[in-house]
């Protein structure tokens, strides 16, 4: 009996994996679904080798130029550009208006070092929500405080949220060191957007 139920063929349990979307405003959302059933793209490209893995970078398509029209496409552009390790690429996203030569060089410098080391994940972060405390008669601070924040919370899905501010950039720095992050802030000019430091 030992033997019949050695030559069964095993299956492993089906794990569930999971997708890290980016939404058109630039939200994230991880899901067990395909990010495209949720209007929404993957966040990261799935082809990308896992960071200490001995793999290296995979081919990434040709550069197209042109702007990011959104923060998605931005966020799109950006592992692009530091997975090929393009510090080229990576300062064509960059808001450069202003910038005089000599810290356009430090600049250059800092990009150079984000190019150098694979992306663990991209996030956008938004401006944190204002809440006002109103006293209500009979009511202490401190529960209407609670009532505002509970207000604002069950605000209805389709409600405007501020836009992004800045893209936080998680990176592996290697085997055993911490991972890195560094801090992009978000800029629109002439309807598209761009980074800086």
């Known amino acids: 009996m030992g033997v019949l139920a050695a030559s069964l063929p095993h299956s492993a349990p089906a794990q569930a994996e999971i ?6 405003d630039g939200t994230s959302i991880y899901t067990d679904r395909e990010c495209s059933a949720l209007g929404a793209v993957e ?8 960071p200490g893995s001995g793999i290296s970078r995979p081919r990434l398509p040709a550069y197209r130029g042109g702007c990011a029209r959104s923060v998605h496409q ?5 592992t692009m550009a ?18 005089s030569y000599s810290h356009g060089q430090r600049l ?3 990009l150079q070092r984000v190019a150098r080391a ?19 008669r009979g009511i202490s601070s401190t529960f209407a405080s609670t009532l505002q924040i509970s207000r604002n919370s069950r605000a209805a899905p389709g409600a405007s949220r501020s836009p992004p501010v800045a893209l936080r950039v998680h ?8 991972p890195s992050r ?16």
């Open 19 to 24: 997708n890290r979307c980016t939404a058109p």
């Open 43 to 50: 966040r990261l490209p799935s082809e990308r080798a896992e």
């Open 74 to 78: 931005l966020i799109q552009q950006m």
């Open 82 to 99: 530091i997975d090929a390790g393009d510090v080229n690429r990576l300062a064509a996203l960059y808001h450069w208006p202003g910038t």
């Open 108 to 110: 250059m410098d800092q």
């Open 118 to 136: 694979p992306v663990v994940d991209i996030v956008a972060e938004r401006a944190a929500t204002p809440v006002v405390a109103t006293q209500e």
């Open 171 to 178: 990176q592996s720095a290697g085997t055993g060191a911490a």
């Open 182 to 197: 560094t801090r992009f802030a978000l800029h629109q000019h002439l309807g598209c957007w761009w980074v800086s430091l």
